[in-house]
């Protein structure tokens, strides 16, 4: 889902920029002392997800893990994920630094908006809680291919078919994100329930 | 600190299985390689970890940006295409999903492909005018220079193939191992000086 140099014009590159600037400042204000730390180590998950592969079928998918990301840190996702995109570009080429700012938006704005709408569930009942979990991890990568479609739409064919293309490629990483999501989060709660949102602040 | 020992834990976990899964295939960018082989450009396309773009979208352009010519890749990735000017060119491969990357071919390296070509006939044209006044044979009966070029053309691109690969490999190493391992050290430096300021704008104002 990185989306490379050069195949972008710059109008949606600096409202790309624009965008991941402001979250990232959210993010920062928002990301107080004791988080730091989990900040860190969720960013470096983040930063090797994407060289965890899934073998399916004649292709193989890797993990996003940006709805894990979004569900522990909230807003404070945006600076991780932007750390890890950094370095992802830098030391893998892995998209770019023009684009750094799209990119951000594609992985972080999913991870942001699944966390202000199903956060609030995973401390309900395990029946809405597995729910809640499976919908982050599904939904963070439905939307992250939404977004790139919404970028590329400028550029390239319409909407429908670059946005179809993107989610359909991507059908098996969501259920699959959706799956390590339930995983982690009833992980998470038998062992240190602090860390969900939803109990500790 | 418990919950962050805990933590640690599972993280550490992922990150074990990201650093040794990292020589799978990956489809996260795509590099284009491409090489002059007389009149003809060879250039081959595949996604990071060595996965063929199959029906790539290229594109020859020249340096000014004017557009050439167009082809998509075959499902070994390849596509070939005969010189259509004789200047430098940028070949763009497009593979679809925002997945984009170019080459360029030097006006040097087709030029000196040319000139070679050339000072191999102007040398041969002199040696044959030697061997008229000489009244020597060139080559053995039967054979003209340019069936001898051409064999020679013929195993030199053989024996070259395998080198060429060889380069277009290298030119995608992929993640390594220390690509990895830096960029984890670089996150946990970042959140090591985001705790120090933290730290600092505590004890400030506790001794304010």
Avoid at chain 2, 121 to 144: C, F, I, K, M, Q
Avoid at chain 2, 159 to 185: A, T
Wanted: aromatic share 8%; proline share 4%; net charge negative.
């Amino acid at each position: 889902m990185h989306i490379s140099e050069g195949v972008l014009s710059w109008p949606v590159l600096a409202s790309g920029a624009a965008l991941a600037a402001a979250g990232t400042a959210v993010g920062l204000k928002k990301l107080d002392y004791d988080r730091i730390a989990q900040a860190g180590i969720l960013s470096a998950s983040f930063f090797v997800a994407s060289l965890v592969h899934v073998p399916l079928g004649p292709s193989n998918v890797h993990l996003i893990l940006n709805g894990v990301v979004g569900l522990l840190l909230g807003w404070a996702a945006v600076p991780a994920i932007v750390v890890a995109l950094i370095l992802q570009a830098v030391l893998f080429q892995y998209g770019g630094i023009t684009t750094l700012g799209v990119n951000t938006v594609i992985m972080a704005g999913p991870a942001v908006i699944c966390y202000l709408v199903f956060a609030p569930m995973i401390s309900k009942k395990p029946r809405i809680a597995v729910f809640a979990a499976f919908a982050v991890g599904f939904f963070s990568v439905l939307l992250g291919g939404i977004v790139v479609g919404l970028a590329l739409m400028f550029t390239e064919k319409n909407f429908f078919e670059v946005a179809g293309l993107v989610v359909a490629a991507h059908i098996p990483i969501m259920i699959i994100e959706g799956f390590v999501t339930v995983f982690c989060v009833s992980f998470l709660k038998k062992v240190q329930p602090s860390l969900l949102p939803g109990s500790l602040n | 600190m418990n919950s962050i020992k805990k933590m640690f834990i599972i993280h550490l976990f992922l990150i074990i299985i990201g650093t040794f899964a990292a020589s799978d295939a990956n489809a996260h960018r795509v590099t284009i390689f491409a090489w002059v082989d007389g009149d003809t450009v060879h250039t081959q396309s595949k996604f990071g970890g060595g996965k063929m773009v199959n029906n790539g979208e290229i594109s020859v352009f020249d340096l000014e940006g004017n557009l050439l010519l167009k082809g998509n890749t075959d499902e070994n990735g390849d596509f070939s295409f005969k010189l259509p000017k004789k200047t430098s060119l940028k070949i763009e491969l497009k593979a679809g999903m925002g997945h984009q990357n170019e080459w360029i071919v030097h006006a040097e390296e087709i030029e000196a492909l040319q000139q070679d070509s050339f000072v191999a006939s102007d040398r041969s044209e002199d040696v044959n005018e030697a061997a008229e006044t000489r009244s020597e044979p060139v080559a053995a009966p039967g054979l003209t220079r340019e069936d001898i070029e051409q064999a020679v053309d013929q195993a030199l691109e053989k024996k070259l193939k395998p080198v060429m690969q060889i380069l277009s490999d290298m030119s995608d190493p992929g993640p390594r191992i220390s690509d990895i391992l830096g960029g984890i050290g670089y996150i946990i430096g970042l959140a090591g000086i985001g705790a120090y300021f933290n730290n600092r704008k505590k004890t400030d104002s506790e001794t304010r």
